[in-house]
């Protein structure tokens, strides 16, 4: 039973273009997070996905969006990257259903933006 | 604004000994509180969640105390582990916002055998 998964492994961008990171998250889960860690400091929530909406967001501007497909996978589109956009991107899955609301993360995508 | 804290100093610790870990927070009325252990390169992986209306919980060498009149969590390891050592995050989410995870900067635990 694969885990979540994300890719690419790690980026490379420049300031002011866009960037599409992709995530499959655990089989039989269907809520997807996204969250972005900086080097030393703990995930900041970034938004939710649940069939398909938008159904959480943290303090992040709207450069930041997502989407949740029909198969329960996700992306997470960055437009204008700003030097500060570096950091290493998790996603969580989790089933909504279940008790303790426990989240399988993935092991990132690592986006330097230079 | 809603704040939640963990000591940022690494915890080193002899083996076999008890590790205590400290988070608290502030600002905020959490429905759960988890913990999550991450080594580097890798993301957060699941420990233990303890509700608003549970004092104690436990699992195997791993225990959490959840106080919200002092606003704080314990995450307790028993008999510690070389293996044990990582950063462990706490994690909170809302009364009113419920799927919406806050985490601590994590504190790094250092286990020498």
């Known amino acids: 039973d694969a885990g979540v998964t994300q890719s690419p492994t790690h980026l490379i961008k420049t300031r002011g273009q866009q960037v599409t990171l992709r995530c499959s998250p655990k089989s039989g889960h269907d809520t997807v997070s996204w969250y972005q860690q900086a080097l030393g400091q703990g995930p900041q929530f970034i938004f939710q996905y649940y069939e398909e909406e938008e159904r959480q967001r943290g303090n992040f501007p709207d450069r930041f969006s997502g989407h949740q497909f029909p198969n329960y996978s996700s992306e997470l589109n960055v437009n204008a990257l700003l030097l500060g956009d570096s950091a290493l991107y998790l996603c969580a899955s989790s089933q909504l259903a279940e008790n303790d609301n426990e989240q399988f993360f993935g092991p990132g995508t690592r986006l330097t933006v230079l | 604004s809603q704040k939640i804290e963990q000591n940022s100093e690494a915890l080193n610790i002899q083996e076999g000994k008890t590790a205590t870990l400290t988070c608290n927070y502030t600002n905020y009325s959490p429905a759960y509180l988890q913990w999550y252990r991450q080594d580097p390169g890798r993301g957060p992986v699941f420990l233990l969640l303890?509700?608003?209306?549970?004092k104690e919980k436990r699992k195997e060498r791993l225990k959490v105390t959840f106080d919200t009149t002092l606003k704080q969590s314990l995450f307790h390891i028993t008999a510690s582990q070389p293996a044990d050592s990582a950063t462990y995050l706490c994690a909170l989410e809302g009364l009113y916002n419920f799927n919406k995870f806050y985490f601590g900067s994590g504190t790094k635990l250092n286990v020498k055998p």
């Open positions: 303890i509700r608003e209306n549970e």
